[in-house]
Nanobody
Framework: QVQLVESGGGLVQTGGSLRLSCAAS????????MGWFRQAPGKEREFVAV???????YYADSVRGRFTISRDNAKNVVYLQMNSLKPEDTAAYYC??????????????????WGQGTQVTVSS
């Protein structure tokens, strides 16, 4: 198990950028695949991006080309760089860890550890 803490959320105008960070504590962070999910009020949690242990990535269609997920195994941190933000990106963003590090799952059920979330609000 890893413990995850997100940071970097906030209020930004349409077209702006934010970088979210997720700090992990616990053993063997480098062995985990790491994902970002988001949940808007009244909607289900949805997949955003994932990076596996070899830094292979996969994105939701809605964010591909605008968001970039990356990881720094020396610092036990995973990042989500969000550019060209839109009002529909407004949500609570959650970091999650999948113990099967070679997987690039888009299913929340495959992620066993979750952070508490950080709010991103994009104003029009």
């Amino acid at each position: 198990q890893v413990q995850l803490v997100e940071s970097g959320g906030g209020l930004v105008q349409t077209g702006g950028s934010l970088r979210l960070s997720c700090a992990a504590s616990g053993r063997a962070f480098a062995n985990y695949a790491m994902g970002w999910f988001r949940q808007a009020p009244g909607k289900e949690r949805e997949f955003v991006a994932v990076i596996n242990w070899s830094s292979s990535t996969y994105y939701a269609d809605s964010v591909r080309g605008r968001f970039t997920i990356s990881r720094d195994n020396a610092k036990n941190v995973v990042y989500l760089q969000m550019n060209s933000l839109k009002p529909e990106d407004t949500a609570a963003y959650y970091c999650a860890a999948d113990h099967l590090g070679n997987r690039r799952s888009t299913s929340a059920g495959n992620f066993g550890s979750w952070g508490q979330g950080t709010q991103v609000t994009v104003s029009s």
